[in-house]
């Protein structure tokens, strides 16, 4: 019943600003993550099937960490150190909009939008 109860909780909130990106995803991380821009050397927003990712939830696929709840679109943060961070969204256009306005300059969007 508790594991019911645990899928029905999950929830992932994405805040973009100037500085980085916030994630939390619920009820794996009790506090929002930060992610600072300047530890990133790509960001791409592309549609990718989730099933290539091993389907929703929390997954762990080599050197990539990926966060889904839903949907086809993931926002695929790549560290300077090559590592990937993969970010489920339902709501691609907004995180579109939300990325060009906060994005720094010399960090361009590789978008399927």
């Known amino acids: ?24 995803y619920r009820p794996f991380h009790m506090k929002p993550r930060f992610i600072d821009w300047k530890d990133v050397k790509s960001i791409e927003l592309k549609r990718i099937s989730p099933w290539k990712l091993g389907g929703w939830g929390l997954r762990f696929s080599g050197t990539s960490i990926v966060y889904s709840v839903g949907g086809n679109t993931y ?24 990325l ?14």
């Open 75 to 98: 926002l695929k943060l790549t560290y300077s150190r090559g590592r990937a961070l993969l970010i489920g969204t339902q709501r691609p256009k907004e995180l579109q909009e939300a």
């Open 1 to 24: 019943m508790a594991l019911i109860g645990m899928f029905l909780y999950l929830r992932l909130d994405t805040d973009v600003n100037g500085t980085g990106i916030l994630i939390q």
């Open 100 to 113: 060009k306005k906060c994005l720094p300059p010399g960090k361009p969007l590789d978008s399927d939008y």
